[in-house]
């Protein structure tokens, strides 16, 4: 739910009833964050100069988080020391138990894959070469499903490389910034690690040069020409992509 929404219920509940006695304990919320130790206290603390909720509610409105990934990222990732009460996989008492993390799909062969586009199955808009321009450091954007060569890619599964057919070129982490925000760009194929993904289950397209990154919608955002960039994965739908093979 909403982390407003349960705090205002926190703030407001009285014990008191208008009968002269005591009304019954109601069964308390499992509070913000589903942690009863996550009090309007703890998310109004300053957390890198912004407050605690304002950082989830950010998350959830613009990176398609739902409300236990926010808290997950902010005060298990982000700010443990600072707003740990908040973080759902500690609050009940221990972490829980790690889930397997989904497995990358098979490699095929050392050549090259059938020929795809990427779509975002949130938004219904593909990864696209910014202008079908085959410059090394073009853009790499959202854009319409047009099934242009601009849209059209290719898995070389020796060199784990996104390659556009059209330019023979490479999707790839600029720089090879392994930052949250880093660019995604296409560039002439050299086999670094800046240019090698693999494909999971989950529907993530990861980083195999940057541990824990993922292809990712900048802000979850559907508008045309929205940037795509490399971000820690979270599992929300900016990060989610179906392969449609053309």
């Known amino acids: ?80 020391n600072i707003c740990g009460e908040c ?51 073009t853009n790499i954007h959202l854009w319409d499903v047009n099934r242009s060569g601009a849209q059209i890619f290719h898995y070389h599964y020796d060199s784990k490389a996104i390659v556009n057919v059209m330019c023979n070129k490479a999707i790839d982490i600029s720089a090879f910034n392994c930052n949250d925000g880093a660019n995604i760009q296409l560039w002439s194929r050299n086999r670094s690690g800046a240019q090698q993904f693999s494909f999971y289950t989950d529907r993530t397209i990861r980083s195999v040069g940057c541990q824990n990154k993922a292809i990712d919608i900048d802000k979850g955002s559907s508008d045309n020409g929205t940037n795509i960039l490399s971000w820690s994965i979270h599992g929300g739908t900016n990060q989610k992509w179906k392969v449609e093979y053309v």
């Open 1 to 80: 739910g909403d982390v407003a929404s349960v705090i205002i219920y926190l703030e407001n509940v009285n014990n008191v009833s208008c009968g002269g006695g005591p009304a019954p304990t109601p069964t308390p919320p499992s509070g913000a964050c589903d942690c009863s130790s996550c009090t309007s206290s703890v998310l109004s603390r300053n957390a890198g100069g912004h407050r605690v909720r304002d950082r989830i509610s950010w998350l959830q409105g613009n990176r398609g988080m739902s409300e236990i990934q926010a808290c997950k990222t902010v005060c298990s990732t982000e700010f443990p």
């Open 87 to 137: 973080n759902p996989d500690r609050c009940g008492g221990g972490p829980a138990p790690t889930p397997p993390a989904p497995t990358p799909t098979p490699p095929t062969g050392g050549g090259f894959s059938r020929k795809f586009m990427l779509i975002n199955p949130q938004t219904g808009k593909a990864l696209d070469v910014n202008g079908a321009k085959c410059d090394a450091g």
